[in-house]
């Protein structure tokens, strides 16, 4: 058991406790940039991992009755076809192809941007959002716009194992702002169970998972996480995100570089 990646996996486990950031935006980045590990072996570990971990939160929320199953829902009408689409789009051009490689770095790369404006503008955007009552989506429209942004996290989540924490979470707050936000969170986590799993079977089938590694990553993230969700209150949530976005951003730019 390499101990550099039990150590990676306890760092990341630790942002996420205190964060509450998709452990996907840090631990696939740090994969693929500083152990140089394949882009597609990395997203397929990191969802094999997600799927786990999120299960246990799914469970706590389900308890506390912090999930909206109707949202949960329509977002697997679109999340889960999307999942199985594009992985056997990735079956077909080759996963494991240096190109195809590229290809998936750049996607993580965009999902990385995307989840960095998620921590800097989602209050803006909720503010704005409750402001303008007249824009929040109604009824069918609200329903379609969910399956879509489910097939757009989808395709994102397996594409780069990036999409279902702040992107998704964001997603939720605007299209549902009169959700608390432990609803929100719950809501997040719920559907991001079945998506990361089919997408987690999908690059088994692909053979893009390293089962070792996997192991190595849950047995320093499980105590990290629990160490940092305690830690959390101690530092001012503004400065976590900060640092956060700041982080991603210069991550986002190596990968692309």
């Not at 320093?220 to 209150?233: E, Q, Y």
């Amino acid at each position: 058991m390499d101990i550099s990646f039990v150590i990676s996996g306890f760092a990341v486990g630790i942002l996420v406790g205190m964060t509450g950031v998709g452990g996907g935006s840090l631990m696939t980045p740090l994969l693929t940039l500083i152990f140089g590990i394949n882009p597609s072996v990395a997203v397929g570990t990191d969802l094999a991992f997600a799927s786990i971990t999120k299960t246990a939160g799914t469970v706590t929320h389900r308890v506390r009755g912090t999930v909206r199953w109707d949202i949960v829902r329509l977002l697997c009408y679109g999340a889960l076809p999307a999942a199985v689409v594009a992985a056997i789009a990735l079956k077909q051009f080759g996963a494991l192809d240096k190109e195809i490689g590229q290809v998936i770095r750049y996607s993580i790369a965009g999902s990385v941007m995307l989840t960095v404006v998620a921590l800097l503008f989602k209050k803006k955007m909720l503010a704005w959002i409750t402001a303008h009552p007249e824009r929040q989506l109604q009824g069918r429209t609200l329903a379609i716009a969910t399956v879509v942004a489910g097939a757009v996290l989808g395709t994102l989540v397996t594409v780069s194992s990036i999409g279902a924490g702040a992107v998704g979470a964001t997603l939720l707050v605007l299209m549902y702002p009169q959700l608390s936000s432990a609803e929100v969170a719950g809501t997040d986590i719920a559907y991001a169970v079945p998506l990361t799993a089919i997408a987690a079977v999908g690059h088994w089938w692909l053979g893009s998972i390293n089962w070792m590694l996997l192991l190595t990553l849950l047995v320093g993230s499980v105590p990290g996480i629990t160490i940092g969700a305690w830690f959390a209150r101690a530092v001012p949530e503004r400065i976590l995100r900060g640092m956060l976005a700041m982080t991603l951003m210069g991550v986002a730019a190596k990968l692309i570089a």
